[in-house]
């Protein structure tokens, strides 16, 4: 029985790891060890700077690979954006007073409020004891740290700057929190107004208009035109569904598979930086967005291309990623920001100068501070903006649908008081 033990724990596991060579060049392999912390202990004797160390597809059994993917899944999922606020701020707080980055993981996870994130903190807190790099840990969860964050920590490692990095991401975090707040507040309350408006239409037609049915087929031919076209939408509505319920699941379907495809997601992002009522709002997000972002990168010593790189994860919109791409293109054969940012409509005329000014004078990471609290100030007006608007749109549209029913149901009434007073 003793043989059996030590042979199942001497057998060797394949882990596939990513990792930097000394030149900064990425290296890519499969390595064989017993465990986790032996196959870090090997890579790093190699003098390679570790990224990313997992198991081997055909090293495990296909029950624990399942297990561990479905519990990392769970804790992504579980894991609330609130909660990486906490989690940056607090970790923040203890290195500053000179807690070591181990003590301050075993903090957060004693006093973490829900279980699954001091699970997620103990987790992080073991692959830094086993001699990943904090960023690297980061790394594993992308789900949960944006790239933004990992690179300033990456960036905040070769410093020594750790504590004043991650006080300034979690800074960060919760001003972007904040802004998509205002942004789905803003859109909630026409959306609130929308549904209420199609339910009600949905219960005079269906619950109330048949009860009306029996007096105005005592008119006969005699009924208004709109009184008969609402009856039929009626009719429709209460014996049609076998012919409108399938067809709004094959339209439903259409416009989820066209608003995932390539041609469907161009459409939309278009239509948030064009429309008449939504292109400010988006506009100035995403300005704010990548000027902020900007400023901070550049400001931790990130280089200006992975900075580019990273910026189409936080505008997220395909009209910014082919910005972007240009961008990158011409910053990596040494041309500047500010012409590219010109050639595109989005980007408002102003950004584009501060940004220039900021290049010519070397002061670029300041400049796009000041610009993203330009672009703050400006989205906070047109939010209002928005909402001032939409409100409105919608009342009257309620208002000329609801009456036009109320309408079509009292003018057979009306018609009939008439007959009867005549005679």
């Not at 970790?91 to 973490?112: C, H, N, P, Y």
């Not at 504590?163 to 960060?172: C, L, P, S």
């Not at 330009?374 to 047109?382: F, G, P």
Request: charged share 20%.
């Amino acid at each position: 029985m003793l043989a059996a033990t030590n042979t199942q724990e001497n057998i060797l596991q394949k882990w596939n790891y990513k990792a930097r060579k000394t030149g900064g060049e990425m290296s890519r392999g499969v390595l064989e060890a017993n465990s986790h912390s032996e196959a870090v202990r090997e890579l790093r004797r190699q003098g390679l700077a570790i990224l990313e160390v997992q198991l081997g597809d055909s090293s495990a059994p296909v029950g624990e690979k399942t297990s561990a993917n479905t519990r990392k899944r769970k804790l992504e999922n579980a894991f609330r954006k609130e909660d990486t606020v906490s989690f940056c701020s607090q970790i923040a707080v203890m290195l500053r007073t000179g807690v070591t980055l181990k003590e301050s993981l075993d903090t957060f996870a004693d006093q973490a409020a829900r279980p699954i994130v001091a699970e997620l903190a103990r987790a992080i807190r073991d692959d830094v004891c086993e001699g990943e790099d904090f960023s690297s840990a980061l790394a594993k969860w992308p789900k949960i740290f944006p790239k933004l964050m990992i690179s300033l920590v990456r960036a905040a490692e070769v410093s020594g700057m750790l504590d004043e990095m991650m006080a300034r991401v979690a800074k960060d975090l919760a001003k972007q929190r904040k802004t998509n707040r205002q942004v789905k507040g803003a859109m909630a309350y026409p959306s609130i107004m929308l549904i209420v408006a199609v339910l009600a239409v949905a219960v005079i037609l269906t619950a109330v208009m048949p009860r009306f049915a029996p007096l105005f087929a005592v008119q006969g031919d005699k009924l208004p035109l709109p009184t008969k076209m609402l009856l039929g939408i009626s009719d429709f509505i209460r014996f049609g569904w076998m012919y409108w319920a399938p067809a709004l699941v094959v339209t439903g379907f259409g416009c989820w598979y066209w608003m995932k495809s390539a041609m469907g997601r161009q459409a939309i992002d278009k239509a948030k930086l064009t429309f008449p009522i939504i292109g400010p709002m988006f506009r100035h997000l995403y300005v704010s967005r990548f000027t902020g972002t900007m400023a901070t990168l550049l400001s931790a010593g990130v280089p200006l291309l992975e900075v580019v790189r990273i910026l189409k994860d936080v505008t997220n919109n395909l009209c910014y990623n082919a910005m972007w791409k240009l961008v990158e293109d011409r910053v990596s054969h040494g041309g500047e920001l500010a012409p590219t940012f010109r050639e595109f409509k989005f980007v408002p005329r102003n950004v584009a100068a501060i940004i220039a000014a900021g290049e010519k004078s070397g002061r670029l990471p300041e400049v796009l501070e000041t610009a993203a609290q330009v672009a703050e100030e400006d989205l906070e007006v047109s939010l209002k903006s928005a909402t001032s608007m939409v409100e409105p749109i919608l009342i009257v549209v309620m208002g000329v649908v609801v009456g036009g029913i109320a309408s079509a149901m009292l003018m057979p009434i009306f018609n009939m008081s008439k007959m009867i007073n005549s005679h």
